[in-house]
């Protein structure tokens, strides 16, 4: 089987520069379209739009009483709210117009730092290998930067740190804290940060820390940390009330798209949330997902700790991002960011002429229910089910390369 496209034809070509320059104003256009649909007139000055004016408003009334509203949804940690809280300290225009720039610096960060241990002609390539897998996790991306949510500025802070591991692993250690004090779907990254660079793991240790305990209790004092703690705990309760979710499905205009598995199962059989059927169902579901995450360890036995950074090390992030997702009970589609960087890496895989040719097909193969889904457009009510055979199909791809992965030098 032939590719018509490598890394060092590319990058030997005369054509590359038109090639980047194209890649890059693809780049561009797509960001300036989601987040300003073009209509500068309406967009300028900025003001919160979306979930960010969620996050602006929410987050300084939250701030101003130690208390969650009783009456609004706002499932973020009080570490993110002392984050958007501090962004916002300019008022709402800086803080979209700051808001923005951290969108479009997360997908440029995560596309670059994706491929740090690559080999010079693959990364010459970053820009179109980066354009490529915007378009195959279209979705996802393009639903972050419409509706301003975080999942774009999480993703990037983690990508940041990985870029960053070889050569300054605390600062990167310091970024995965925040990214997790921001959006807890990266906690699981300081477990693997312990067995792999521990001094990284040390920093992002500190600085969870510094952000979830030693700031509220400066900020709120202990009395008013307790509080807040308190109330954010309602809301993880109240996010995962089979009730609310009930409610959401019977007005779906006035709540949040949700894609969870548990909604899937009940529109697709008729059941009811929290019903033992639908639970039965559910608890199938994921010991599947469990299942891959055990074979997926179970190939790396032979090959951890691994060098950082390597393809080795972000097929890891890749699964211990993608890990918790079937698990929540409040998953949106821009919640599945984190496949882009396995986008990323499986392209960069496919594209390097000096691996087997079957490592190359599995890795395209990690792709294919991206693009199938791209072309078959499964309804919103069961979209839950299409998620998790992507992110299913990502672990067990990546899981069939990842021995491979380990015993190659990625950067040479």
Known sequence: MKFAFSARNFIASGRRPIVLAVAASAIVFYLAYHLTKFQLWLWWPPAPSGDASIQFDLARKIFAQAAYPPNDIFPYAPSAVIIFRSLSIGGPHIFMMVWS?????????????????????????WLLIGAVAVVICDAPVSWDLRNANSNLVYLGLVMA???????????????VGVSISLKLYSGLLLAWLFANAPRAAAAGVVTVVVLWFVLPVVLFGTDGTLTLYSGWREQVRTISDPSLHARLLANPDVGPPLVT????????TGGTFGSPATLARLWLLWMIWGAALVWYTWRC??????????????????????????????????HAIPLLVGALLCLAIALDETLARRDRIAALAALAPLLLFIVVKVPFAVRGFSLGFQFLVMVLALGYLRPGLAERRDSA
């Open 301 to 334: 036995r032979h090959a951890f700790p691994v060098a950082v950074p390597s393809r080795a090390a972000l097929a890891d992030w890749v699964v211990l991002l993608l890990a918790p997702l079937p698990f929540s009970p409040w998953l949106e589609p821009y």
């Open 161 to 175: 740190g990985y870029g960053l591991l070889g050569r300054l692993p605390m600062l990167a250690g310091v970024l």
């Open 261 to 268: 598995l548990q909604r899937a199962i009940v529109n697709a």
């Open 101 to 125: 720039l951290l969108m479009a610096a997360g997908l440029i960060v995560t596309m670059r730092a994706a491929l740090a241990q690559e080999r010079a002609d693959i990364q010459a390539a």
